[in-house]
Nanobody, 126 residues
Framework: QVRLVESGGDSVQSGGSLRLSCGVS????????MGWFRQVPGKLREGVAV???????NYADSVKGRFTISRDNAKNTLYLQMNSLRPEDTAMYYC????????????????????WGQGTQVTVSS
């Protein structure tokens, strides 16, 4: 059974950078799509960035050019490099995975991902 554990969340100033990590245990190579989602209290969870097993990526418009998702299969770790952080990036960030290939219009759908981490908090102050 695959388990996901996030780390790297912190409090930073606007314009700063953070790198989130998601350790994958169990059978990580069975996960076709992996991604980062975020959620603010009272709002729906939203997709931030996803990556497939071949390294192809998709990003939410709000983070394009600032965030980079990557996947180190040798280390069984998913990363999210976040630069030029803004106060509106403040959220709980979750790592998610699915063993299935997803159509492009489903890649940011929360319901498509069956395995989730516990989350790591990112707070950006102005």
């Amino acid at each position: 059974q695959v388990r996901l554990v996030e780390s790297g969340g912190d409090s930073v100033q606007s314009g700063g950078s953070l790198r989130l990590s998601c350790g994958v245990s169990g059978n990580p190579h069975s996960m076709y799509y992996m991604g980062w989602f975020r959620q603010v209290p009272g709002k729906l969870r939203e997709g931030v960035a996803v990556i497939d097993s071949d390294g192809y990526t998709n990003y939410a418009d709000s983070v394009k050019g600032r965030f980079t998702i990557s996947r180190d299969n040798a280390k069984n770790t998913l990363y999210l490099q976040m630069n030029s952080l803004r106060p509106e990036d403040t959220a709980m960030y979750y790592c998610a995975a699915t063993p299935f290939c997803l159509y492009s219009d489903h890649r940011f759908s929360e319901s498509e991902y069956k395995i989730w981490g516990q989350g790591t908090q990112v707070t950006v102050s102005s």
